[in-house]
């Protein structure tokens, strides 16, 4: 568990009725003696999850090889860990390679098992699951959608990854109505959602954690070429210090929890307008960075929102807040099918 401000810090990432904590131990978080006292210290806790989607190790070229510029997923990982962080990630198991025989799709390297293994056990982050191998379609009935979460978070556990059953990412293109029913399966705390705003703490039922995309595009400065560039969606660039302001939380009341999730980080520039990949990173000013894929995000700013986070953020995982609230499934979870409560 960390806490900026020099205490310590972890950032990450059941079926039946389970009762909620109304409030957690004062000392939860090491938020009790020898703290430094600021101002955002009179709110209550705010906690922050770092997310990345997919798990994706860089932008790659056609051969596999990790573009000039592009920041692997092992470097991020070396620059949390010094400053006593750690982050979680999801994954798509599909797209996870065979040790040794690294795993490439349009343009993205993606992580194999013992990459993973390496990202857990030397840096400490944990991972999830998007579902089961065989996937789904947005026409997927609830009742095998769960079954394949399941199994997905059977595959992770089989891999070592034993607090994969605190958070379940299904994709973007899951219904509505199946995201309010709830974690899928019954197998996981929690279950992601997309949105833009941050959490109260504890997270009600149906337990769903809203996660917000953190995406590039269109630089924010009107006078360059670049607002105005063609991309996909229309994006705009993500400012750092929204992101950071949402972290904070300074206009909510109670405890938050915010989920932030990035994709794939690049530095310097590379390619130019027009072209995808491309980025450019190199200006001191955020407002003039800009992707032309929206899943990259420019490393500079990425550390801007962790430089601007208040003393009182707690950056945490998915498994220890589910664990102060009582849900902890820390158990193997049931892989043939979905129990009956879930069955369409």
């Not at 979680?88 to 293994?117: F, I, K, Q």
């Not at 027009?274 to 000013?285: I, L, V």
Request: glycine fraction near 10%; include cysteine; hydrophobic fraction near 40%.
């Amino acid at each position: 568990m960390w806490r900026k401000g020099g205490v310590a810090v972890a950032v990450a990432f059941a079926a039946g009725a389970v009762a909620l904590v109304a409030a957690w131990p004062s000392g939860f978080g090491d938020r009790s003696a020898g703290a430094a006292v600021a101002d955002d210290q009179a709110l209550p806790p705010r906690y922050l999850t770092i997310v990345f989607g997919r798990s994706m190790i860089a932008q790659s070229d056609r051969l596999c090889r990790v573009l000039s510029g592009a920041v692997p997923l092992a470097r991020i990982a070396e620059e949390l860990t010094a400053r006593g962080v750690r982050a979680t990630g999801n994954v798509t198991l599909e797209d996870v390679g065979a040790p040794g025989l690294p795993h490439c799709a349009d343009g993205v390297r993606y992580a194999d098992w013992d990459y993973l293994a390496r990202l857990r056990d030397v840096h400490g982050w944990s991972f999830h699951s998007r579902g089961a191998p065989e996937g789904a379609s947005a026409s997927t009935p609830r009742g095998a959608r769960a079954a394949m979460a399941c199994r997905g978070l059977a595959v992770l556990y089989e891999h070592g990854h034993d607090e994969a059953w605190a958070m379940y990412s299904p994709p973007s293109d899951t219904p509505e109505a199946h995201l309010r029913a709830g974690p899928a399966g019954g197998c996981h705390a929690f279950a992601r959602a997309y949105g833009a705003v941050s959490n109260p703490v504890p997270v009600a039922a149906p337990y769903v954690v809203v996660t917000r995309s953190v995406n590039g595009g269109r630089c924010n400065d009107p006078s360059l070429p670049c607002s105005r560039m063609a991309i996909r969606g229309g994006r705009r660039y993500e400012s750092p210090d929204a992101l950071a302001a949402l972290a904070n939380a300074r206009d909510q009341v109670g405890e938050r929890w915010t989920m932030l999730q990035w994709y794939r980080i690049v530095d310097g520039a590379y390619g130019m307008p027009g072209r995808r990949p491309a980025w450019d990173c190199t200006s001191a000013d955020w407002r003039r960075h800009w992707t032309t894929l929206p899943e990259t995000y420019c490393l500079a700013d990425f550390r801007r929102v962790l430089d601007g986070l208040d003393e009182g953020v707690v950056v945490t995982d998915p498994a220890e807040l589910a664990r102060r609230q009582g849900r902890d499934l820390g158990l193997p979870a049931p892989v043939d099918a979905a129990p009956a409560s879930e069955r369409d």
